[in-house]
């Protein structure tokens, strides 16, 4: 349950919040198995396997989750037995074959290997956060994040957000931090950086060297700026953020995860509840606090 890496979303319609619950789910948003012609297949299920609705909606937030299975079969294997038909066609018929029957023979291939293909389940948790209006998808990639926040608009029939990363730009603010030295309080700069230079497209990726050291601080003073950084907020969870403000290698502090185990005692929902609460509650705080730092407006507006 606790998440690796996560996209975070603003809600900007606050009465949104107020109606979560009020949408109706039904069998039809539930997962179902790819057909045998489907590349992939997304729906709810249970977000606990104790559990039997598609949706728990609580007073301090709301949780989905997606189950996506998709059917694998590699660009390499198409191409292949394309190049084969191609061959054979030009061979037997003494002729050119076009782009767009080649187009045409691809997709052909592609409908007619894509039943005997191996199929992969994936599983990511949507979660609100119902005090701070913030949304946190349970993915690291952005094309991944979309498509499971558009699958969710489309069972909802309505999900008015916007990335983190839109409201701010975080470059100049991590400029000012490591070059003056001010910190704010709560972050701890691991020795591992990502710079980039905007002028000459030039990217530095630094490890097992301080941001405060002779080296980091002459890249910064010739026009390197960050891209990536590795933090540690609050003692609760380490992180790595980059410029979308998106976070990956997430690993909260085991006195979470012992607090969630301690409060759940024998009983695997209450313990995996009490995470949520704990882990909602430190990406709250970051997030919070990252929307303050990027002098962006933390407030939601209807849109």
Known sequence: MWFKSTFIYQIRDPEFIQRLGQHALHEGHGFNDCLPSQPVSMGLVPPHRGLTELQLVQTDFAVWKLQRQE???PASVINETLQERVEALQHDEDRRIGRSERQDLKEQITQELLPRAFTRKQQHLIIVDRQSGWLFVQSGSESRADELTAAL???????????????????????EWLQQGNLPDGVDVADELTLFHPAEEAIVRIKQLGWDSDEVQQLLAAGY????????????????????SVLKRLRFADELLEQASNEGGDDAIAEWEAGLHLMVGALRSFADHWLQWCQA???????
């Open 71 to 73: 059917r694998l079969l």
């Open 153 to 175: 608009r489309d069972i909802l029939g309505e999900l008015p957000i916007v990335p983190l990363g839109a409201l701010c730009r975080p470059e100049s603010v991590w400029a």
């Open 225 to 244: 700026r960050p891209q990536q950084m590795l933090l540690n907020w609050q003692d609760q969870v380490t992180l790595q953020v980059n410029e979308k």
């Open 297 to 303: 407006d933390p407030s939601p507006e209807n849109g």
